[in-house]
């Protein structure tokens, strides 16, 4: 029987990496994961964990730290938002690269500029690319059972994994949250125990060397495949985890999608309030779904596109742009699913919403979808770039 | 059913009107509710306003919004009566509580027709005499539990005594004097 409690996001990310207790923790801080590495240093104080804690002058000597400390053969995490990651973006590729399972939390924030601490998603988005698992919660809940998985997955393939929440929304949130006990915990994770590590005395090696054209393209295939391979570790993973806590995971979560016309596809807290808007839809008759994208690496290409197969129109919601002039990030990803998977009939609408921390409403998402039918009535897209709630 | 009740704090910083609303998430949980505790965030300073908000239900509510149609708003601060839209979106069927000398009757007019229930509580007062010192976040909060009944009024006090015994476990006197506060402002706040 799981723990009743009620934490914020960033307590219950700090409670699990207390019940994990890792070897070392590179630690600087940056609203609004501050909290994180802050509670963190009081369970290293008062003893109830015996992990190094290395505080730096910055988020590049923090993701630096992990990768000596992972590369020696020590369980390595850090924590981070917004500037701090994209500071970091240099030392992500490099972990990524050298196959280091670090396991990084980020509450997530807008970038600069205009400054803003609240939430989006462009500190993530900018880095997508840098090799990382990464998988996105919801709730307080799934931050911290993303946690407890990600060492997991992160370990099996040898890649790094961020586990990412809104910030402010859920991280600073007090919610309910069921809680596993940390002999539980401890079972579960396991201990670390890496093949090839730097101090084994017994077989020299080294970590991060230089890749002539020779070598290089081959390095980064077996990133490539590690990252494929990583879809089936999380769903072991995650029915693992269901058999412990009753609590199942996807790759992507589908929300009353079976016999819906029309869908949204969106990622973090904003689903939670999609899903209510989606409830009061119904009740009133209307065939309206949503698909949450847990895993945003590896991307679930091939789950999103059957899951949409049988819509008649989509919105991707993007809390970040790409400034191509065209689509958000994630409205890029889907639309290549849906062409590799050959599902080309739905039509498809991109929003980019919420940015700096734009409050996302019931009434936000019902916008969404009365749009969404508009565009099934009509069988026209008309501007398929939009966005959402914005003066103008 | 869900009968979700959503709370909208008013402060300024400094006033603990954030502390007020997750000490409120706490009061619920332990009475078995699902809850929701969360300020709104931004370019924080001492004095300016501020907004905290919570949902308090018996399912988990996936809303993760700000709330617009409170059924209750607790203003920590009367002087954000003039500068701020206190009752917006706030139900008529509801009631807004301010920390306040005056009477319901004498506060009303200030509230743009707000035709719901206006109660005042004077937690300045209170927190001046009890703790000596202008808290008025324990008073507030004593007076939203009563005026709202979201947490049973014997259980809120039994678990803000353990709260208050847990966090000042070495000052017995502001116990007693945060204790004194919380009984008096659930005595003394007026429903008009």
């Known amino acids: 029987?799981?723990?009743?409690?009620?934490?914020?996001?960033?307590?219950?990310?700090?409670?699990?990496?207390?019940?994990?207790?890792?070897?070392?923790?590179?630690?600087?801080?940056?609203?609004?994961?501050t909290e994180i590495p802050q509670y963190f240093s009081t369970y290293v104080d008062n003893g109830e964990v015996d992990t190094e804690f290395i505080a730096v002058e910055s988020e590049h000597s923090a993701m630096s730290t992990c990768i000596g400390a992972q590369a020696a053969g020590a369980r390595s995490i850090s924590a981070t938002s917004s500037c701090g990651l994209i500071y970091m973006a240099e030392m992500l590729y490099v972990a990524a690269s050298d196959r280091l399972p670090i396991t990084l939390a980020v509450s997530c924030r807008a970038l600069s500029g205009p400054i803003n601490i609240n939430n989006d998603h462009s500190d993530?988005?900018?880095?997508?690319?840098?090799?990382?698992?990464?998988?996105?919660?919801?709730?307080?809940?799934?931050?911290?059972?993303?946690?407890?998985?990600a060492m997991r997955i992160g370990e099996a393939v040898q890649l790094p994994i961020m586990i990412c929440q809104d910030g402010f929304i859920t991280s600073h949130a007090i919610e309910n949250i069921e809680l596993v006990e940390t002999d539980q915990v401890k079972a579960f994770v396991g201990e670390y125990k890496p093949e090839h590590y730097l101090l084994k005395k017994d077989e020299p090696m080294a970590v991060g060397a230089y890749a002539t054209p020779v070598y290089y393209i081959e390095a980064k295939r077996q990133q490539a495949q590690a990252m494929m391979d990583a879809k089936d570790v999380i769903k072991q993973v995650a029915a693992e985890f269901a058999e412990m806590t009753g609590r199942s995971y996807?790759?992507?979560?589908?929300?009353?999608?079976?016999?819906?016309?029309?869908?949204?596809?969106?990622?973090?807290s904003s689903a939670g309030t999609a899903k209510e808007a989606v409830r009061q839809l119904r009740a009133?008759?209307?065939?309206?779904?949503?698909?949450?994208?847990?895993?945003?690496?590896?991307?679930?290409?091939?789950?999103?596109?059957?899951?949409?197969?049988?819509?008649?129109?989509?919105?991707?919601?993007?809390?970040?742009?790409?400034?191509?002039?065209?689509?958000?990030?994630?409205?890029?990803?889907?639309?290549?699913?849906?062409y590799a998977n050959k599902v080309t009939?739905?039509?498809?609408?991109?929003?980019?919403?919420?940015?700096?921390?734009?409050?996302?409403?019931?009434?936000?998402?019902?916008?969404?979808?009365?749009?969404?039918?508009?565009?099934?009535?009509s069988g026209e897209t008309g501007e398929t770039y939009r966005y959402l709630e914005v003066r103008e | 059913m869900n009968d979700i009740v959503e709370i909208r704090w008013h402060g300024r910083g400094g006033q603990g009107a954030k502390t007020a609303s997750l000490l409120l998430a706490d009061a619920a949980f332990n009475t078995g509710k699902y809850v929701q505790g969360f300020p709104e965030y931004g370019p924080e300073r001492m004095g300016a306003p501020i907004t905290a908000y919570n949902r308090i239900s018996?399912?988990?509510s996936t809303v993760h919004?700000?709330?617009?149609?409170p059924d209750y708003v607790v203003v920590v601060d009367e002087t954000l009566l003039y500068s701020v839209d206190v009752t917006a979106g706030l139900k008529p069927e509801g009631a807004i509580v301010v920390n306040s000398g005056k009477t319901p009757a004498e506060l009303r007019p200030q509230l743009k027709g707000y035709e719901g229930k206006v109660c005042t509580i004077d937690a300045g007062k209170i927190s001046e005499e009890e703790l000596g010192k202008n808290f008025p976040n324990t008073p507030m909060l004593a007076a939203i539990v009563k005026v709202s009944g979201v947490v049973e009024a014997e259980a809120f006090v039994q678990d803000m005594e353990a709260s208050f015994k847990h966090k000042f476990a070495s000052k017995p006197q502001v116990i007693e004097g945060n204790m004194r506060a919380l009984k008096r402002a659930m005595e003394e706040v007026q429903v008009g």
């Open chain 1, 284 to 338: 009133q008759g209307k065939k309206v779904g949503l698909i949450k994208i847990r895993s945003i690496r590896p991307f679930p290409a091939e789950e999103i596109a059957q899951a949409l197969k049988n819509v008649k129109s989509f919105a991707v919601m993007d809390k970040a742009d790409s400034f191509n002039g065209h689509c958000g990030p994630m409205g890029a990803e889907v639309a290549a699913a849906m």
């Open chain 2, 65 to 69: 919004s700000n709330i617009y149609f």
């Open chain 1, 345 to 377: 009939e739905p039509k498809m609408i991109n929003y980019i919403y919420g940015l700096g921390g734009r409050d996302v409403r019931v009434e936000s998402i019902q916008h969404v979808f009365a749009e969404l039918e508009k565009i099934t009535a």
């Open chain 1, 250 to 268: 996807g790759l992507i979560e589908e929300f009353m999608m079976e016999d819906a016309d029309e869908a949204v596809v969106i990622i973090g």
């Open chain 1, 1 to 33: 029987m799981g723990i009743r409690e009620r934490l914020s996001g960033n307590e219950a990310i700090a409670f699990a990496m207390k019940q994990i207790n890792p070897d070392v923790m590179g630690a600087f801080p940056i609203t609004p994961s």
């Open chain 2, 58 to 60: 018996s399912e988990r």
């Open chain 1, 124 to 149: 993530i988005m900018s880095v997508r690319d840098a090799g990382w698992i990464m998988l996105y919660a919801e709730t307080n809940q799934e931050a911290y059972d993303n946690y407890l998985q």
